[in-house]
């Protein structure tokens, strides 16, 4: 998300008993991005292991850390970034999800 051109606010961010794995910033867009990642690719992929649950819960984890941070206004996107260790010498696969706003399986 660096090369991006943003700035990590957070990564593991604890919200109650809910987590964001990474939380950026570039101007007023704030992205909090779901990290997956598995060995193999198969058979199943990371991303398809998004649940609309596991959506719903990133969802109010990060209406509650807004609220809680005092932004103010900002735009704020779900993102999904899948990571498969199943490269050469073990190498990680980055597949990057913008705007996840559906189950991906």
């Keep these: 998300m660096e090369r991006r051109g943003f700035t990590i606010c957070g990564r593991n961010v604890r ?7 990474v939380i950026a910033r570039s101007g007023p867009l704030l992205v909090v991005c779901e990290v997956r990642s598995r060995k193999r690719a198969r058979p199943v992929f990371p991303a398809e292991t998004i ?4 959506l719903q819960r990133i ?23 899948a990571v498969v260790f199943d490269g050469p010498n073990g190498e990680p696969q980055i ?11």
Aim: hydrophobic share 40%.
């Design 15 to 21: 919200v109650g008993r809910l987590e964001l794995d």
């Design 51 to 54: 649940s609309r649950q596991k």
């Design 59 to 81: 969802r109010r984890a990060t209406a509650i850390w807004l609220r809680e941070q005092k932004l103010g206004r900002v735009h704020a996107r779900i993102d999904a970034a």
């Design 95 to 105: 597949e990057y999800y913008e705007n996840v706003s559906f189950p991906l399986r």
